[in-house]
T-cell receptor
Framework: DTGVSQNPRHKITKRGQNVTFRCDPI?????LYWYRQTLGQGPEFLTY????????KSRLLSDRFSAERPKGSFSTLEIQRTEQGDSAMYLC????????????FGEGSWLTVV | QKEVEQNSGPLSVPEGAIASLNCTYS??????FFWYRQYSGKSPELIMF????GDKEDGRFTAQLNKASQYVSLLIRDSQPSDSATYLC??????????FGQGTTLQVKP
C-alpha cells in the first residue's frame, strides 16, 4: 500500500489558464476527498466522492472547479480560468466508509497562479 | 460561529513539559473527532481519533472528548522539539465530511 498519491506536486500557471490535478487513493478506500489549504488556515472542504458518486460539493466552490472520479478509483480536480486567489495547496484524502471516516491525506499539490 | 474553533497560538512550551491543545465544535450531532499534525510545507498526518466521551491514550498523546461541552483536547506529554508543528482538530458531523479547525501552532523549546 503506497498511500494516497497526488500529482503534480507543484504547478505554476499563468492567470486564466486551466490546471488539472490527479489523485490516486489508497486502493481499498471507497471515499475520496478534495480539500484546499492556504497559509495559516486549516484544510477547507471542496468535495467528496463515494465510489464514483460525487456526494457533496462545497457551496464555496465556484463553477470554475470541477472534480471527477469516473471509475471509482482515481480522481481529477480541474480549475478553469485560474485566478491568483486559487493559489493554495490542494489536498486529496481517502477513507474506507466503515472506518469512522478516518481520512488519510496525500502529500498535496501546490498551485501558484502568477 | 465557526464549525470548529482552535486558538491559533503559537503555544510555546519547554522541552519535557505537557502541551495542551484545545478545540471546540458547534454541531452536536458530530460523531468522531480527530487530531492531525502538520509540519510546515507538508500535508496533515493523523495522530489520533476518538469517538467516545473520556480519554484515549496512545504513547505520549492523550485525546480527551466531552460531548456535553462540545470540547476536544489533545495532551502531549514529555514534549520534544520534534513535536513543534501545527495541530489540526477535525470533526465529523453527520454530513460525512471532516471539518477542520484553523490549527494551533506548537513550539517546543529545548
Amino acid at each position: 500500500d503506497t498511500g494516497v498519491s497526488q500529482n503534480p506536486r507543484h504547478k505554476i500557471t499563468k492567470r486564466g489558464q486551466n490546471v488539472t490535478f490527479r489523485c490516486d487513493p489508497i486502493s481499498e478506500h471507497n471515499r475520496l476527498y478534495w480539500y484546499r489549504q492556504t497559509l495559516g488556515q486549516g484544510p477547507e472542504f471542496l468535495t467528496y466522492f463515494q465510489n464514483e458518486a460525487q456526494l457533496e460539493k462545497s457551496r464555496l466552490l465556484s463553477d470554475r472547479f470541477s472534480a471527477e472520479r469516473p471509475k471509482g478509483s482515481f480522481s481529477t480536480l480541474e480549475i478553469q480560468r485560474t485566478e491568483q486567489g486559487d493559489s493554495a495547496m490542494y489536498l486529496c484524502a481517502s477513507s474506507f466508509e466503515s472506518s469512522g471516516n478516518t481520512i488519510y491525506f496525500g502529500e498535496g499539490s501546490w498551485l501558484t497562479v502568477v | 460561529q465557526k464549525e470548529v474553533e482552535q486558538n491559533s497560538g503559537p503555544l510555546s512550551v519547554p522541552e519535557g513539559a505537557i502541551a495542551s491543545l484545545n478545540c471546540t465544535y458547534s454541531d452536536r450531532g458530530s460523531q468522531s473527532f480527530f487530531w492531525y499534525r502538520q509540519y510546515s510545507g507538508k500535508s496533515p498526518e493523523l495522530i489520533m481519533f476518538i469517538y467516545s466521551n473520556g480519554d484515549k491514550e496512545d504513547g505520549r498523546f492523550t485525546a480527551q472528548l466531552n460531548k456535553a461541552s462540545q470540547y476536544v483536547s489533545l495532551l502531549i506529554r514529555d514534549s520534544q522539539p520534534s513535536d513543534s508543528a501545527t495541530y489540526l482538530c477535525a470533526v465529523n458531523p453527520p454530513t460525512g465530511k471532516l471539518i477542520f479547525g484553523q490549527g494551533t501552532t506548537l513550539q517546543v523549546k529545548p
